[in-house]
């Protein structure tokens, strides 16, 4: 399983964000209903699989969770992004979503982009009033390349993406 530490997951991160910040601007054509952005961020992390068998009897990636960290426009980690899909503010706040929409990626293999329903989960704070969560400029994230061969092997392949939280 490839997998991320902490220390090198923020340090990629801080580059990814230097990434993003440099290209070029993309539309974000998923409608998001009548609600105001409060918050733009730029996710690092990987889209994790689990080899399973499938109903034709074969082994495959099976996409499992996600696991990201989310940076404001200044770098700073701001959210955490997991199973659910969840994430979790450093206030304690939490949300979690349901996909009510979804379009290709811009960028070939890449992990589709995503509009989230969203509902409270824990403490009050930053993200207590979000009703939507918006992914776009999605890139990398598909399964692994290298075909599973051991029933419940794990793998993980790294994503960059922009999430817009709604109110």
Same mark, same amino acid.
């Given at each position: 399983?490839?997998?991320?530490?902490?220390?090198?997951?923020?340090?990629i991160g801080a580059?990814?964000?230097?990434?993003?910040?440099?290209?070029?601007?993309?539309? *974000?054509?998923?409608?998001?209903?009548?609600?105001?952005?409060?918050?733009?961020?730029?996710?690092?992390?990987?889209?994790?699989?689990?080899? @399973?068998?499938?109903?034709?009897?074969?082994?495959?990636?099976?996409?499992?969770?996600?696991?990201?960290?989310?940076?404001?426009?200044?770098?700073? *980690?701001?959210? *955490?992004?997991?199973?659910?899909?969840?994430?979790? #503010?450093?206030?304690? %706040?939490?949300? @979690?979503?349901?996909?009510?929409?979804? @379009?290709? %990626?811009?960028?070939?293999?890449?992990?589709?982009q995503l509009l989230?329903?969203?509902? %409270?989960?824990?403490?009050?704070?930053?993200? #207590? /009033?979000?009703?939507?969560?918006?992914?776009?400029?999605?890139?990398g994230g598909v399964?692994?390349? /290298?075909?599973?061969?051991? *029933?419940? @092997?794990?793998?993980? %392949?790294?994503?960059?993406?922009?999430?817009?939280?709604?109110?």
């Open positions: 399983m490839n997998h991320l530490s902490r220390g090198k997951h923020i340090a580059g990814l964000i230097s990434m993003m910040s440099g290209a070029s601007a993309q539309a *974000e054509s998923i409608d998001v209903p009548g609600v105001q952005p409060f918050l733009k961020t730029t996710a690092a992390g990987v889209q994790i699989y689990a080899c @399973e068998y499938g109903a034709d009897h074969t082994l495959d990636w099976v996409f499992r969770q996600p696991r990201a960290t989310l940076y404001d426009a200044h770098g700073a *980690e701001v959210i *955490e992004h997991s199973a659910g899909p969840s994430w979790q #503010a450093h206030d304690g %706040s939490r949300i @979690e979503g349901k996909v009510v929409a979804q @379009e290709p %990626s811009g960028t070939p293999g890449s992990v589709p989230l329903e969203a509902h %409270s989960a824990g403490s009050p704070g930053m993200l #207590a /009033a979000v009703r939507y969560v918006q992914r776009v400029r999605t890139v399964k692994p390349a /290298a075909p599973c061969t051991v *029933e419940h @092997e794990t793998g993980s %392949s790294p994503y960059i993406a922009t999430y817009i939280f709604y109110k």
